[in-house]
């Protein structure tokens, strides 16, 4: 908590037209890693009524087939039928991928023979914050959980007349920097035509909303906002055209941190915009983890071309238990920072990308999320 | 500075392939405003080698010639033949646009028979610092101030090899809170085939960096990283896919203010994500102008179809001189922060937008951008 006393973020479902361009690229990514763990990929998806659009650029040694990619996807996500609004066994798959740019592909392999340049230049952020077990923000944490509850009862049948599109957002009051209370949660939901705005409304409280959220923190005065606009029927790619990349607060730490504006679906982890975005996550979790603060922010900053880092800096919020340039010490001594010492350290050359391309690239504990390790803690407590 | 001493921030030209994107959204939009101001507009931009596609969401009672415009700006950014990789003239123009969701247009309206219910759910971050005159964070406004020279000299013809797609990345050493020296700068600007790297260097140096730079800054271990990849003739849209609303860090501070996610180009004012945005650095900027606070940072959020914001929170860093729920009162009392109050406030129905979607939409004062003014600076100082 940067001294907010309140503080609001939203997530979306995997439903959601911009979180399906993001599973769409991470898909493809992760068939032509599967095949070229050195594949170089950038892929950019556009959805829209009827249609995905994958484009951008590919250096790899394996065919895939794209068009059964996408698809398969689409209909994962539940986009089955005309009557949802979108078909992925229909719908027309257009691909505009090309080549690699063979200058950015020198650039970066004259520096890979020496010691991998970065595939790009830009600024990453990593955040983690003791506030909840998993050392996310908490208004983050519980509005992924929304939306994956939402898609949960959706899957499973139990509330049959959920359809893919929703979108949730929670504002939290704090006291001394810990969440106390639920001001107002926002869930929108796309539904079936037969259903009532009121059973509707009723359902997504009882069943997702009071499921989800921690029970102290709800209180007379929080606002419930279901489905405000009256109807949701008409829902993604056909009500909103969805963009790769555009969620990427919803990606990372729903605001709570600063963000340097790189996407991460889509690219490889050559590309430093997502391997030192997931390794600045791995270095702030390891820090509040080791208690040596207990709220931690890393920036990193890389040239195109160039291995070693531009700037790395530290920020505890004052409650670093060492000041925070002997923290940025102990983290240049214990992680390298490199590019490619971040893909060696965190093992990103393999596909496991599709999973992180909803509900948080952070914050969940699953076995392919190496970044979510607190593998270092004891290693950096030894230095209090 | 959220108490960094090392910050990085980067910018792009406005011949980068994601600002190109951003820029025939704009366009799009102004062209649609200026015959019909309450018209809803969402416009994606999508480019690639050869190609530029527009999609989204419309509705408006005027027709505009959407080829031309999307030609139009191609040609003005300088991609005007095959030779620079993009040549607006003869390139493919896809229209993937659609009517606006009638079940959102529903709800909007209803809530604005009213009081104009906000477009979308969503938080939304204001900024304003007083570590430059017009009250940026310097670390973007010296990026910005890179490839605003980048455009210059070339549109000029002072350095005639000079190409439109172009990135730079500044990193400022911080002291007692005030910048005070630049640890690194990042320029690599696209080219014709026939400068040697080393010429380009030396002119990129003396013409743009020490041009721009405060001299005072730069210092002998001030490290340049110029063109690193050794050569960058392949640009534009061919060397890298570009979409709008992916540059949404170097559209606001460069990282140093929380963001919440929001792109801007291609949307209609009714859309919370731009005028709470924009309305979010008027208030912060007239808080620091009034001299209420050093810096400053307000979060406001939404739910679609709500007028009321579901959250309002500012943020002084310690460096209010009333506290910060002080100051969030004075903002309540002083700034109309529903939908409807943001676009009158602002005057934001106008076809103002395309000058907005390059070099920041934020501190540059210029005529139209209303949300620079510090109009109610003396307004709030009688607060003191
Ligand atoms: C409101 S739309 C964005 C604005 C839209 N492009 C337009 O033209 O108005 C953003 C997201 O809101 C959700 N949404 C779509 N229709 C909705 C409705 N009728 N009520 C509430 N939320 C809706 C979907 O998740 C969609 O992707
Ligand atoms: C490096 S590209 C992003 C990665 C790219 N999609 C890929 O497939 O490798 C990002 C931006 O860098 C710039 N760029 C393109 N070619 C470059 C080169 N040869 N050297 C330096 N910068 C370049 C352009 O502004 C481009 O939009």
């Given at each position: 908590m940067s001294n907010y006393s309140i503080f609001t973020s939203e997530s979306v479902s995997e439903g959601h037209p911009d979180k399906m361009a993001d599973q769409i690229s991470d898909a493809v990514l992760d068939a032509i890693l599967s095949d070229d763990p050195n594949s170089r990929v950038a892929v950019e998806t556009l959805v829209k009524t009827g249609m995905a659009i994958i484009a951008g650029e590919v250096r790899t040694n394996t065919y895939v087939d794209l068009e059964e990619i996408v698809r398969g996807v689409i209909l994962d996500i539940g986009y089955d039928s005309s009557d949802v609004g979108f078909d992925g066994a229909s719908c027309a798959v257009l691909n505009a991928i090309g080549k690699q740019s063979g200058d950015i592909a020198m650039g970066v392999d004259e520096a890979e023979a020496k010691d991998l340049g970065a595939g790009d230049q830009g600024l990453m952020f990593g955040y983690a914050t003791n506030e909840t077990d998993v050392l996310m923000p908490a208004p983050i944490y519980y509005?992924?959980?929304?939306?994956?509850?939402?898609?949960?009862?959706?899957?499973?049948?139990?509330?049959?007349?959920?359809?893919?599109?929703?979108?949730?957002?929670?504002?939290?009051?704090?006291?001394?920097?810990?969440?106390?209370?639920?001001?107002?949660?926002?869930?929108?939901?796309?539904?079936?035509?037969?259903?009532?705005?009121?059973?509707?409304?009723?359902?997504?409280?009882?069943?997702?909303?009071?499921?989800?959220?921690?029970?102290?923190?709800?209180?007379?005065?929080?606002?419930?906002?279901?489905?405000?606009?009256?109807?949701?029927?008409?829902?993604?790619?056909?009500?909103?055209?969805?963009?790769?990349?555009?969620?990427?607060?919803?990606?990372?730490?729903?605001?709570?941190?600063?963000?340097?504006?790189?996407?991460?679906?889509?690219?490889?982890?050559?590309?430093?915009?997502?391997?030192?975005?997931y390794a600045g996550r791995y270095v702030a979790k390891n820090i509040v983890a080791a208690g040596l603060a207990e709220r931690c922010e890393i920036q990193v900053s890389y040239a195109i071309g160039v291995a070693e880092p531009t700037s790395i800096s530290i920020n505890t919020f004052g409650t670093g238990r060492l000041s925070d340039d002997e923290i940025a010490s102990l983290v240049r001594e214990h992680f390298d920072l490199r590019p490619r010492g971040l893909i060696e350290m965190l093992d990103l050359k393999r596909p496991i990308y599709r999973p992180t391309a909803s509900y948080g690239h952070f914050g969940r504990e699953l076995e392919n999320f190496t970044w979510e390790k607190t593998d270092k803690a004891a290693a950096l407590q030894s230095a209090l």
């Open positions: 509005a992924h959980r929304l939306v994956e509850r939402q898609a949960h009862l959706r899957k499973s049948g139990v509330l049959p007349w959920l359809r893919p599109d929703a979108k949730s957002q929670v504002t939290l009051r704090y006291a001394d920097g810990k969440p106390v209370a639920v001001d107002a949660v926002v869930l929108s939901t796309q539904h079936a035509p037969d259903i009532s705005l009121s059973d509707l409304q009723e359902a997504v409280r009882e069943e997702i909303i009071n499921h989800v959220l921690p029970e102290e923190w709800l209180h007379s005065d929080t606002l419930y906002h279901i489905n405000p606009t009256g109807q949701f029927i008409i829902g993604g790619p056909m009500g909103d055209c969805g963009l790769t990349g555009r969620k990427i607060i919803v990606d990372t730490y729903g605001g709570m941190a600063h963000h340097g504006g790189g996407a991460f679906s889509g690219k490889d982890p050559s590309k430093v915009d997502r391997s030192a975005a």
